[in-house]
């Protein structure tokens, strides 16, 4: 699978270890981020829409979880997302 620059998209683990509220740069946009962070998850994984479901529930409950995503193609925006309501993100790269 490619992306639209061309470049071979991989899989990742994406990981939020916690949550810093005095880190947010936006922290009323919670419900926003969490309609966009679905929108991601669904296009980067094969996991159904109740388990997509779930991981947004985590989010708005501001606890940590990780998620496997087969295609990295939105991840810098997943990132950028849960960065900016205060999520400690970080991501794991198989070899």
């Not at 606890?63 to 970080?90: N, P, Q």
Request: proline share 2%; hydrophobic share 40%.
């Amino acid at each position: 699978m490619t992306t639209s620059k061309g470049v071979l998209s991989r899989s990742c683990t994406l990981l939020v270890a916690g949550w810093d509220e005095s880190a947010a740069w936006f922290p009323g946009m919670g419900g926003y981020v969490e309609r966009r962070f679905m929108r991601s998850l669904q296009l980067s994984t094969p996991m159904s829409r109740a388990e997509a479901k779930n991981v947004v529930k985590k989010i708005a409950a501001r606890s940590a979880f990780e998620v496997f995503l087969a295609d990295d193609s939105y991840v810098s925006g997943m990132c950028h997302s849960l960065e900016s309501i205060g999520g400690k993100v970080s991501l794991r790269r198989g070899a």
